[in-house]
């Protein structure tokens, strides 16, 4: 069965999910993902809006996390207050997926700008929840494409620092392989790449000297089961380039 780079990178995604835990999710890809592995293999899966939805259910990719079906679907709705102030700071929440425009060596990520920020090239969306999210969850999924631009040595502007106090970890799922950081380290470290992807592509397209695992494995193609549920959930993850 076919697919693409961006359901690869949405399957693997998904594939960090674990039954019972929560996470809280964003729209777009982390959405796709968290609904993919709840439809899968994590049935259990509480997914947490930003919004205010708890254990939401969605038959389909919300436009946003102010879709109505997410409050319909949910087995509570809360106040934004209440999701940052009870379930996201004293760590009741798992995991969070995040996306970046740039990420560098520690797994610390820019939202802000590229550029200087008084004259940037681009003005990117800000910060909203991801500092709290980065600093709160014990665990971060982070999804972007791999490029020297993205993958850079000093980020252009700090938005979100990620967990170095060695309790948290972090996963960063890009279109070419699949990075961790652990409580042993606190650099991204490659543990994985896609099929036809060799570790001196991902080396490539990574602006600083890569830390590789002693034995890089290769990410396993999307089962019939995971790339059927995925496209019956609607609108289509976008292509990572």
């Known amino acids: 069965m076919s697919f693409d780079s961006a359901e690869l990178m949405t399957v693997v995604a998904a594939r960090q999910l674990?039954?019972?835990?929560?996470?809280?999710?964003?729209?777009?890809?982390p959405s796709h993902a968290a609904i993919l592995a709840?439809?899968?293999?994590?049935p259990d899966l509480v997914l947490i809006y930003e919004?205010?939805?708890?254990d939401a259910d969605p038959d389909s990719i919300p436009l946003s996390i102010g879709d109505p079906e997410l409050a319909a679907t949910s087995t509570s709705v809360v106040s934004l207050p209440d999701i940052f102030n009870y379930w996201l700071q004293p760590g009741r929440i798992d995991v969070g997926f995040l996306g970046a425009a740039q990420i560098d060596r520690h797994g610390n990520l820019n939202t802000t700008v590229i550029g200087e920020y008084d004259h940037p090239r681009v003005r990117l969306p800000g910060a909203g929840g991801?500092?709290?999210?980065a600093r709160s969850c014990q665990e971060i999924v982070v999804t972007l494409p791999h490029s020297a631009r993205t993958f850079v040595p000093e980020l252009d502007f700090t938005t979100s620092l990620c967990r170095s106090d060695g309790e948290g970890s972090m996963v960063v799922v890009t279109d070419l392989g699949v990075l961790e950081t652990?409580?042993?380290?606190?650099?991204?470290?490659l543990t994985a790449t896609f099929p036809g992807i060799g570790v001196g592509e991902v080396q490539d397209q990574t602006g600083w000297?890569?830390?590789?695992?002693?034995?890089?494995a290769e990410v396993a193609?999307?089962?019939?089961?995971?790339?059927?549920?995925l496209r019956s959930l609607g609108s289509k993850p976008k292509a990572v380039r």
């Not at 674990?18 to 890809?29: E, I, K, T, W």
């Not at 919004?51 to 708890?54: A, F, L, V």
């Open 38 to 42: 709840k439809r899968t293999h994590a």
């Open 209 to 216: 000297e890569l830390k590789v695992a002693g034995d890089v």
């Open 18 to 29: 674990q039954n019972d835990q929560s996470v809280l999710v964003g729209v777009g890809r």
């Open 130 to 133: 991801a500092p709290e999210i």
């Open 51 to 54: 919004s205010g939805t708890i």
């Open 221 to 229: 193609p999307p089962t019939a089961e995971e790339l059927e549920v």
């Open 182 to 189: 652990s409580d042993q380290h606190d650099e991204l470290e």
